[in-house]
């Protein structure tokens, strides 16, 4: 079955970096664009970045755009996150999360999430 | 910075219907298709709606979506007490180019 394993997560002081990962497994991942949401803890969610089947085209949320990078390598089934000048403001779960080709921007499958703490 | 707005909370006894709006605009709802997530405490997010009003393998037809012009709905017949949860909707804004969510809707089993 489908399966998403994020990690990379931890507690990382402001205006350091982070480097999220996440391993897919179950379906064939070449095929399937690929997001990244967020949720701060008991708030609601966001979209953070996406990433097209061949890594062709990224799109970000306002909030991390020029700050975030988001890439893929499709010979070990990985999608990544790169957070640099991180904020407090990034603070939450971050979840990787597998958009089917022809699914309308439907989440069809997410990870459990990695936690990001931006603090002194 | 939700542009889709929803509810922050709805209600109703058990075999109620409930009903979840969810509004947008053109450059999101009135041309995108939307989605809905149901999401326990604890828990990763699960596709309960896709497409406006496709249910996913596996989700109960007590739940139902629709759309109409830039808003969209999610209805919940029959109402469970396992359907407590937070509900979001979400559809691709093309002048963003990025997926919005709505701020969700949490649900309450009186």
């Known amino acids: 079955q489908v399966q998403l394993v994020e990690s990379g997560g931890g507690v990382v002081q402001p205006e350091r970096s982070l480097r999220l990962s996440c391993i897919a497994s179950?379906?064939?991942?070449?095929?399937?664009?690929m997001h990244w949401v967020r949720q701060p803890s008991g708030k609601g969610l966001e979209w953070v970045a996406v990433?097209?089947?061949?890594?062709?085209?990224?799109h970000y949320a306002e909030s991390v755009k020029g700050r975030f990078t988001i890439s893929r390598d499709n010979s070990k089934n990985t999608v990544y996150l790169q957070m640099n000048s991180l904020r407090a403001g990034d603070t939450g779960l971050y979840y990787c999360?597998?958009?089917?080709?022809?699914?309308?921007?439907?989440?069809?499958?997410w990870g459990q999430g990695t936690l990001v703490t931006v603090s002194s | 910075q939700s542009v889709l707005t929803q509810p922050p909370s709805a209600s109703g006894t058990p075999g109620q219907r409930v009903t979840i709006s969810c509004s947008g605009s053109?450059?999101?709802?009135?041309?995108?298709?939307v989605n809905w997530y149901q999401q326990f405490p604890g828990t990763a997010p699960r596709l309960l709606i896709s497409?406006?009003?496709q249910r996913p393998s596996g989700v109960p037809d007590r739940f139902s979506g629709s759309k109409s012009g830039t808003s969209a709905s999610l209805a919940i017949s029959g109402l469970r007490s396992e359907d407590e949860a937070d509900y979001y909707c979400?559809?691709?804004?093309?002048?963003?180019?990025?997926?919005?969510f709505g701020g969700g809707t949490k649900v309450t089993v009186l």
């Open positions: 999360v597998r958009d089917p080709s022809g699914s309308g921007w439907a989440f069809e499958s």
């Open positions: 497409k406006n009003d």
């Open positions: 053109s450059s999101n709802i009135g041309n995108r298709f």
């Open positions: 179950g379906f064939r991942f070449s095929n399937d664009a």
């Open positions: 979400a559809a691709w804004d093309e002048s963003l180019s990025g997926v919005l």
């Open positions: 990433i097209w089947y061949d890594g062709s085209v990224t």
